[in-house]
């Protein structure tokens, strides 16, 4: 996939891939851009001009926490985390990103 | 997202902005100080990893306001920060911000001054709770047009109304009382206005007093002498004192008790006839000569108004209560013509939330329509000048817009910055206008009204002139603002930062814009011209009298309590006090003021001499009442026969003086023919000029003059006038005939006290207001115009000065430097003009019916009005050209280079 692809990442997605990064354990705003890379296998390159914003969303509508840590070279780090209305909001648009995949899919098909 | 999650998020990032900004801030530094980290890990040299970290993360301060953005409450910070950056760049050019505030507000503001009139007089609903539910009454033929009805009615049909109907929950009847005389406490009398109303007046309003108790049915029935004080005149003359209830006053020397007060703010139920005092209809038999005409069933003389029972639909009420009208007129029928009105005449109800039918309101409502539209077309004209200051403005920024834009910032993030700047002038604006248009109301009433002691309508700020207002400053704002926004962004940034001078296509509009302006200034000069030719004709129209050298007062006997006789009595005392004052020529006396629109007098004869005509052909006339001496004090020539004089008593055979148009329809010479037939005929004994009889609008028209000291007493139902023609100015004797009157009678007081110039010069007030607002408009629309003009032409200049220094190095003359612009200018203030040309044959029409002696066309004021706007224009268009042609070659090509 080109480079110019990756930034046309559509918002709903990103947030998707923000909440399943999150979901095995708490990150940092650089760790979840790596993370995101690491679970899609590199299609995904999050830049940090879309990734913070989204992150402070996310917070602000309540699917994550945010906690000040000394991160593993010792620097201060925000760290983020799923909160229970965000692991539950994961569930949902999952079930619902399946279901829109299948459609598209099966359009693609025929 | 739950609504507390939102509020908190709001209060955490609009209170804690400092610290959420900082977090964020440390938190993007640090993941950038992180990303370098890792390149120096890998084995890049400190600059490299640094470049290398910032390339990879991308511009900081652009991340950050997007992710404050992201933030709730966002936008509102935004407006914040855009509102203090717009007022700070306003506080550094004073002069464009006072001046686009100042047009604006005056634009806005006299708008808005002839809105609040518009909507007092024409809108508005009635103060009363529930105004929908009321319903105004009126009669008419069956079959006439519905412009045609009747407002007065008679009472023995409305009495049946009030009786029987169950649709109106309740109806009432009010008829003006005019001018009486209070006395409080044995002090001096002062003249008020009276209403008289029927006993459930108030109940159908819903109203509730503000003090003590309303009038009742059972107050009207017995004709009890109790009066209700209106709100304005109980704070007026009694100060708003509790103990005013139930005091002992007269009214016109009859006693009568206050019982309660009115709600603030309600003037009765006709638009611009406001009232002090009301009693009950029935009490009226103890203030007038005659016996009201209870049992005349088609005598009209009562306004009538009800509110709908609940439930009931007006055309149900209409059907029910016309069934009891014709029934009740037919019942109540005593003579044939009675029967005839009975079958003839049907009742209508139509929807009164805005009052009774109002002469004030069927006066000005077009009146004021077209004074909206002409205030309207300036605002209008204020906001494109204000558009093109700012299209000017933004040009200037377009280094500053471009560098932001290059530097990351939105689009939309500059236009949202533009827009709240136009939006900040405003809102600035609108609040000066709102000022503006509360005093602007009531100088124009001032002058619309000359004579009135207070305020014919009520004129209390409130949230209507409020919205309509900011509503027209947000209007105004749409114009200006949103253009040079979106104009300044257009096309990329690096485009921009190379093109100082703007784009042809910007010149284009800056072009149409002023030539637009040009167009319109013109219009209204036009206008302006056309009411000022008007006003012009006006006074060369020639009346029939001499206007010069004339005082006018009124005198009412009955308000001293003079009966019968008595009334003529009076009348004679006054002439004679005044006739003993030097300076004095001659005095007299008449019922209808010349150029006054109280009373306006018609009837009709038949039987001119030996010809009689048939009914369809008789001659409809104005009549006055007259005392001996009038035609020689006002001027008037005596063609034939003679004066009237002290010979027409009561007892003398009855006689009567016509003008010249009248006396045409006579056979051969009117002197010694019969006018009319059976008692009321009369001899016709002079022939006198025509004159304008109640206007000098009027057309003159056939007058018959009879002796006022032949009249019977109980046909004097008006306040006369007495005229005084005096050596020197008018003015000069007033003080010296008042106190000949105080002394031969202290009970008689003069009002209306005016000369016959000063009563002209009223009775012109509206075209002496329309000529004003019309002035105004247009000095104010042509001054902006040329203030764009200038500010096109300057431009212009400025924008061309290396090009003009290059033509000046080659030998170009500084003439052909100032023709060069002017030429440019011309070309805008010519097609503005023939525009402008074109919108006033148009427009002029609607102006029709407010002229007078004039074509709509009149060349004066078509040719005027394009003189004063190339005047202004040319002066615009040659100060920067005069200035193009001092430019030094030398200093114009080293600016180029």
């Given at each position: 996939?080109?480079?110019?692809?990756?930034?046309?990442?559509?918002?709903?997605?990103?947030?998707?891939?923000?909440?399943?990064?999150?979901?095995?354990?708490?990150?940092h705003?650089?760790?979840?851009?790596?993370?995101?890379?690491?679970?899609?296998?590199?299609?995904?390159?999050?830049?940090?001009?879309?990734?913070?914003?989204a992150?402070?969303?996310?917070?602000?509508?309540?699917?994550?926490?945010?906690?000040?840590?000394?991160?593993?070279?010792n620097?201060?780090?925000?760290?983020?985390?799923?909160?229970?209305?965000g692991?539950?909001?994961?569930?949902?648009e999952?079930?619902?990103?399946?279901?829109?995949?299948?459609?598209?899919?099966?359009?693609?098909?025929? | 997202?739950?609504?507390?999650?939102?509020?908190?998020?709001?209060?955490?990032?609009?209170?804690?902005?400092?610290?959420?900004?900082?977090?964020?801030?440390?938190?993007?530094?640090?993941?950038?100080?992180?990303?370098?980290?890792?390149?120096?890990?890998?084995?890049?040299?400190?600059a490299?990893?640094?470049?290398?970290?910032?390339?990879?993360?991308?511009?900081?301060?652009?991340?950050?306001?997007?992710?404050?953005?992201?933030?709730?409450?966002?936008s509102?910070?935004?407006?914040?920060?855009?509102?203090?950056?717009?007022?700070?760049?306003?506080?550094r050019?004073?002069?464009?911000?006072?001046?686009?505030?100042?047009?604006?507000?005056?634009?806005?503001?006299?708008?808005?001054?002839?809105?609040?009139?518009?909507?007092?007089?024409?809108?508005?609903?009635?103060?009363?709770?529930?105004?929908?539910?009321?319903?105004?009454?009126?009669?008419?033929?069956?079959?006439a047009?519905?412009?045609?009805?009747?407002?007065?009615?008679?009472?023995?049909?409305?009495?049946?109304?009030?009786?029987?109907?169950?649709?109106?929950?309740?109806?009432?009847?009010?008829?003006p009382?005019?001018?009486?005389?209070?006395?409080?406490?044995?002090?001096?009398?002062?003249?008020?206005?009276?209403?008289?109303?029927?006993g459930?007046?108030?109940?159908?309003?819903?109203?509730?007093?503000?003090?003590?108790?309303?009038?009742?049915?059972?107050?009207?029935?017995?004709?009890?002498?109790?009066?209700?004080?209106?709100?304005?005149?109980?704070?007026?003359?009694?100060?708003?004192?509790?103990?005013?209830?139930?005091?002992?006053?007269?009214?016109?020397?009859?006693?009568?008790?206050?019982?309660g007060?009115e709600?603030?703010?309600?003037?009765?139920?006709?638009?611009?006839?406001?009232?002090?005092?009301?009693?009950?209809?029935?009490?009226?038999?103890?203030?007038?000569?005659?016996?009201?005409?209870?049992?005349?069933?088609?005598?009209?003389?009562?306004?009538?108004?009800?509110?709908?029972?609940?439930?009931a639909?007006?055309?149900a009420?209409?059907?029910?209560?016309?069934?009891?009208?014709?029934?009740?007129g037919?019942?109540?029928?005593?003579?044939?013509?009675?029967?005839?009105?009975?079958?003839?005449?049907?009742?209508?109800?139509?929807p009164?939330?805005?009052?009774?039918?109002?002469?004030?309101?069927?006066?000005?409502?077009?009146?004021?329509?077209?004074?909206?539209?002409?205030?309207?077309?300036?605002?209008l004209?204020?906001?494109?000048?204000?558009?093109?200051?700012?299209?000017?403005?933004?040009?200037?920024?377009?280094?500053?817009?471009?560098?932001?834009?290059?530097?990351?910032?939105?689009?939309?993030?500059?236009?949202?910055?533009?827009?709240?700047?136009?939006?900040?002038?405003?809102?600035?604006?609108?609040?000066?206008?709102?000022?503006?248009?509360?005093?602007?109301?009531?100088?124009?009433?001032?002058?619309a009204?000359?004579?009135?002691?207070?305020?014919?309508?009520?004129?209390?700020?409130d949230?209507?002139?409020?919205?309509?207002?900011?509503?027209?400053?947000?209007?105004?704002?749409?114009?200006?603002?949103?253009?040079?926004?979106?104009?300044a962004?257009?096309?990329?940034?690096?485009?921009?930062?190379?093109?100082?001078?703007?784009?042809?296509?910007?010149?284009?509009?800056?072009?149409?814009?002023?030539?637009?302006?040009?167009?319109?200034s013109?219009?209204?000069?036009?206008?302006?011209?056309?009411?000022l030719?008007?006003?012009?004709?006006?006074?060369?129209?020639?009346?029939?009298?001499?206007?010069?050298?004339?005082?006018?007062?009124?005198?009412?006997?009955?308000?001293?309590?003079?009966?019968?006789?008595?009334?003529?009595?009076?009348?004679?005392?006054?002439?004679?006090?005044?006739?003993g004052?030097?300076?004095?020529?001659?005095?007299?006396?008449?019922?209808?003021r010349?150029?006054?629109?109280?009373y306006y007098?018609v009837?009709?004869?038949?039987?001119l001499?030996?010809?009689?005509?048939?009914?369809e052909?008789?001659?409809?006339?104005?009549?006055?009442?007259?005392?001996?001496?009038?035609?020689?004090?006002?001027?008037?020539?005596?063609?034939?026969?003679?004066?009237?004089?002290?010979?027409?008593?009561?007892?003398?055979?009855?006689?009567?003086?016509?003008?010249?148009?009248?006396?045409?329809?006579?056979?051969?010479?009117?002197?010694?023919?019969?006018?009319?037939a059976?008692?009321?005929?009369?001899?016709?004994?002079?022939?006198?000029?025509?004159?304008?009889?109640?206007?000098?609008?009027?057309?003159?028209?056939?007058?018959?003059?009879?002796?006022?000291?032949?009249?019977?007493?109980?046909?004097?139902?008006?306040?006369?006038?007495?005229?005084?023609?005096?050596?020197?100015?008018?003015?000069?004797?007033?003080?010296?005939?008042?106190?000949?009157?105080?002394?031969?009678?202290?009970?008689?007081?003069?009002?209306?006290?005016?000369?016959?110039?000063?009563?002209?010069?009223?009775?012109?007030?509206?075209?002496?207001?329309?000529?004003?607002?019309?002035?105004?408009?247009g000095?104010?629309?042509?001054?902006?115009?040329?203030?764009?003009?200038?500010?096109?032409?300057?431009?212009?200049?400025?924008?061309?000065?290396?090009?003009?220094?290059?033509?000046?190095?080659?030998?170009?003359?500084?003439?052909?430097?100032?023709?060069?612009?002017?030429?440019?200018?011309?070309?805008?203030?010519?097609?503005?003009?023939?525009?402008?040309?074109?919108?006033?044959?148009?427009?002029?029409?609607?102006?029709?019916?407010?002229?007078f002696?004039?074509?709509?066309?009149?060349?004066?004021?078509?040719?005027g009005?394009?003189?004063?706007?190339?005047?202004?224009?040319?002066?615009?268009?040659?100060?920067?050209?005069?200035?193009?042609?001092?430019?030094?070659?030398?200093d114009?090509?080293?600016?180029?280079?």
């Amino acid at each position: 996939m080109a480079k110019g692809d990756r930034a046309a990442l559509l918002q709903g997605t990103l947030d998707l891939l923000i909440l399943k990064a999150l979901s095995a354990g708490e990150l940092h705003g650089l760790g979840v851009s790596r993370r995101v890379e690491q679970i899609t296998g590199g299609t995904f390159q999050v830049q940090p001009g879309s990734l913070f914003p989204a992150l402070h969303r996310l917070e602000e509508a309540g699917w994550l926490t945010s906690a000040w840590r000394s991160s593993e070279n010792n620097r201060r780090a925000k760290y983020y985390a799923l909160t229970r209305t965000g692991r539950h909001q994961l569930g949902h648009e999952t079930s619902e990103w399946n279901r829109i995949a299948l459609a598209i899919a099966r359009a693609l098909e025929t | 997202m739950p609504i507390f999650r939102t509020l908190r998020n709001l209060a955490r990032n609009l209170l804690l902005r400092g610290r959420v900004r900082r977090e964020i801030d440390e938190e993007l530094r640090g993941a950038l100080a992180a990303l370098e980290a890792e390149h120096r890990a890998a084995g890049l040299s400190d600059a490299d990893a640094r470049r290398a970290a910032a390339v990879a993360f991308g511009p900081i301060d652009a991340i950050k306001d997007r992710v404050g953005d992201a933030r709730t409450g966002a936008s509102l910070e935004t407006l914040a920060r855009d509102t203090r950056f717009a007022l700070r760049l306003l506080r550094r050019s004073p002069v464009f911000a006072a001046f686009a505030i100042a047009s604006l507000a005056l634009g806005i503001g006299a708008t808005a001054a002839i809105f609040f009139l518009f909507d007092a007089v024409v809108l508005r609903k009635l103060p009363v709770p529930d105004p929908d539910g009321l319903v105004v009454a009126s009669i008419g033929r069956a079959g006439a047009a519905a412009g045609t009805n009747n407002y007065s009615l008679p009472y023995p049909q409305f009495e049946a109304i009030a009786a029987r109907s169950r649709l109106l929950e309740g109806v009432f009847a009010v008829n003006p009382m005019g001018r009486v005389n209070v006395a409080a406490d044995g002090g001096q009398p002062e003249s008020a206005d009276g209403l008289f109303v029927s006993g459930d007046y108030y109940r159908t309003l819903r109203l509730a007093p503000a003090a003590g108790r309303f009038l009742t049915p059972d107050d009207d029935r017995a004709g009890r002498p109790v009066a209700v004080l209106n709100h304005a005149y109980w704070q007026r003359r009694f100060g708003g004192r509790t103990d005013a209830i139930g005091a002992a006053v007269t009214l016109d020397q009859v006693p009568f008790t206050i019982v309660g007060v009115e709600p603030e703010g309600f003037f009765g139920t006709e638009v611009g006839r406001p009232y002090d005092v009301a009693i009950p209809l029935r009490a009226s038999e103890s203030l007038s000569e005659e016996q009201p005409m209870w049992n005349r069933s088609s005598a009209t003389w009562i306004s009538v108004m009800g509110r709908l029972a609940p439930g009931a639909s007006l055309t149900a009420a209409e059907q029910e209560t016309q069934a009891i009208f014709a029934q009740a007129g037919l019942v109540a029928s005593r003579s044939a013509a009675d029967q005839q009105f009975a079958r003839e005449i049907t009742w209508r109800l139509e929807p009164g939330a805005r009052g009774n039918r109002s002469g004030l309101r069927q006066n000005y409502a077009r009146w004021l329509l077209l004074l909206l539209m002409l205030l309207g077309a300036v605002l209008l004209l204020a906001s494109l000048n204000v558009a093109t200051l700012l299209a000017a403005r933004t040009d200037a920024r377009r280094r500053e817009i471009a560098t932001r834009l290059a530097l990351g910032a939105g689009r939309g993030r500059v236009v949202r910055q533009l827009v709240t700047e136009a939006l900040v002038l405003a809102l600035a604006a609108g609040a000066i206008a709102f000022v503006i248009a509360v005093a602007g109301s009531r100088a124009l009433v001032a002058i619309a009204v000359p004579s009135a002691e207070r305020m014919p309508v009520q004129l209390v700020p409130d949230a209507r002139l409020f919205a309509f207002t900011f509503a027209a400053a947000i209007a105004a704002y749409l114009v200006f603002g949103l253009v040079p926004a979106l104009r300044a962004t257009r096309g990329g940034s690096l485009l921009v930062t190379r093109q100082v001078g703007g784009s042809p296509g910007h010149r284009r509009l800056d072009r149409t814009l002023v030539a637009s302006q040009v167009a319109l200034s013109l219009v209204l000069l036009v206008a302006a011209g056309l009411f000022l030719r008007t006003l012009e004709k006006l006074w060369a129209q020639n009346p029939g009298y001499q206007r010069t050298n004339v005082l006018m007062f009124s005198i009412e006997p009955h308000l001293a309590g003079r009966r019968g006789d008595e009334v003529p009595q009076t009348y004679r005392r006054v002439l004679d006090a005044a006739r003993g004052v030097p300076a004095v020529e001659r005095v007299t006396l008449s019922a209808v003021r010349p150029v006054s629109e109280n009373y306006y007098f018609v009837t009709s004869f038949r039987e001119l001499g030996a010809i009689t005509l048939p009914v369809e052909q008789r001659v409809r006339v104005a009549f006055n009442h007259v005392a001996p001496g009038y035609f020689a004090t006002l001027g008037v020539p005596v063609i034939a026969g003679r004066d009237f004089d002290d010979r027409d008593s009561r007892e003398a055979p009855k006689v009567a003086i016509v003008s010249e148009r009248m006396a045409r329809h006579f056979s051969g010479n009117p002197i010694g023919q019969r006018l009319g037939a059976g008692p009321g005929a009369r001899e016709v004994v002079g022939v006198v000029g025509d004159v304008r009889y109640a206007s000098v609008k009027d057309q003159p028209r056939e007058v018959v003059y009879m002796p006022i000291f032949q009249m019977a007493p109980r046909e004097i139902f008006y306040s006369p006038t007495v005229e005084i023609r005096s050596a020197g100015p008018a003015a000069a004797v007033l003080a010296s005939v008042r106190d000949a009157v105080t002394r031969a009678d202290p009970a008689i007081t003069l009002f209306d006290v005016k000369t016959l110039e000063t009563q002209t010069d009223e009775s012109f007030a509206r075209e002496r207001l329309l000529a004003l607002i019309a002035g105004y408009a247009g000095a104010f629309a042509v001054l902006l115009a040329g203030i764009g003009l200038y500010g096109l032409a300057s431009y212009s200049v400025l924008r061309r000065t290396p090009e003009i220094g290059l033509r000046m190095a080659l030998g170009a003359t500084p003439s052909a430097v100032r023709n060069l612009i002017v030429r440019e200018s011309a070309v805008t203030i010519g097609a503005g003009a023939a525009a402008g040309l074109c919108a006033a044959f148009l427009a002029v029409r609607l102006l029709r019916s407010q002229l007078f002696g004039i074509e709509p066309t009149d060349p004066v004021a078509l040719g005027g009005a394009v003189a004063v706007l190339l005047a202004i224009a040319a002066a615009a268009a040659c100060i920067p050209a005069v200035r193009a042609a001092r430019i030094d070659p030398l200093d114009a090509l080293r600016l180029d280079a």
